[in-house]
């Protein structure tokens, strides 16, 4: 069965501390990306991944950043978590072979700043 | 660039009736078009999808969805409800490589025993 795996379901961490929020994938993925989801906005896209190394901002990028060092591993860091971070955090990846591409999603972690 | 509207925020029917939750979209190419269900505190997953050929397209848990290029539109159709659809339904449209998704706001589900 395809899985993507985030880390962690649920985080609670203080203001200031620095948060990372690991994503795999098994399915050879190409693209990866993470999504925050807030009750009355939807799905909003921080960073999206189109190869290893390869890093591309998306709607709401500011306070986050990303890491891509292998195919299957993507990484959400916040440097200095705030309470407006709170969250739920949903990664993704897709294949990029031509009419395949629909979204997987991971289980999201739900993130509690205090 | 591309958007996705879902004029319904939530919808309450009753067990066993049928059900149908619209989806518009703006899109200046071909559109790859979803539906995905997400229950509570859980990720989002695949219904159904359409890239083309028959414009009827047949999901898993019994949802079908038709693509409509003339009114841009993609409903998610059930024709009866169960207890366990209770949840968030999301349409996006995405390109022919996996990338530049969009999703709509999403409607919430309610079903009545």
């Known amino acids: 069965d395809v899985k993507v795996t985030q880390s962690s379901r649920y985080l609670v961490k203080r203001t200031g501390e620095k948060v990372f929020l690991e994503c795999v994938q098994d399915m050879d993925h190409e693209n990866m990306f993470w999504y925050r989801q807030d009750p009355g906005l939807g799905l909003r896209l921080i960073y999206f991944?189109?190869?290893?190394?390869?890093?591309e901002k998306g709607d709401i990028p500011e306070g986050y950043s990303v890491s891509r060092e292998k195919k299957e591993r993507f990484s959400l860091i916040l440097e200095s978590a705030s309470t407006n971070q709170t969250s739920m955090y949903l990664c993704a990846s897709s294949s990029r072979i031509l009419h395949t591409g629909e979204l997987f999603f991971g289980e999201g972690s739900r993130l509690t700043v205090l | 660039a591309q958007s996705v509207t879902q004029p319904d925020i939530h919808i309450t029917v009753s067990e066993g009736a049928s059900l149908e939750l619209r989806c518009n979209y703006s899109?200046?190419?071909?559109?790859?078009l979803f539906w995905y269900v997400q229950s509570p505190g859980q990720g989002l997953q695949l219904l159904l999808k359409y890239f083309s050929g028959d414009t009827l397209v047949q999901g898993i848990k019994g949802f079908e969805a038709e693509f409509k290029r003339s009114q841009s539109s993609f409903n998610l159709r059930k024709p009866s409800v169960h207890w366990s659809d209770a949840a968030e339904y999301f349409c996006a449209v995405g390109t022919s490589y996996g990338q530049n998704f969009v999703f709509g706001p999403g409607t919430r589900l309610s079903v009545l025993p």
């Open positions: 899109y200046g190419a071909t559109p790859y």
């Open positions: 991944s189109y190869d290893v190394k390869m890093k």
